[in-house]
């Protein structure tokens, strides 16, 4: 199977994941370092990045 980075750039670019309510959310790398990007849900300022599976188990 061959990685497609169109597709590869949608699911995981500039995605990020509230770690209080798990909520998603999509916004600029540099702003979320910031902290100006708060969740939606929640008001939370701290964001983690989207986790890529392995695929091994």
Do not use: W, Y
Request: a positive charge.
């Amino acid at each position: 199977m061959a990685k497609i980075e169109a597709a590869h750039n949608r699911i995981f670019k500039g995605i990020f994941i509230c770690k209080n309510c798990s909520s998603k959310v999509k916004a600029d790398p540099r702003k979320v370092a910031e902290g100006k990007v708060k969740c939606r849900k929640c008001k939370a300022s701290s964001l983690r990045v989207k986790r890529k599976k392995t695929g091994k188990q």
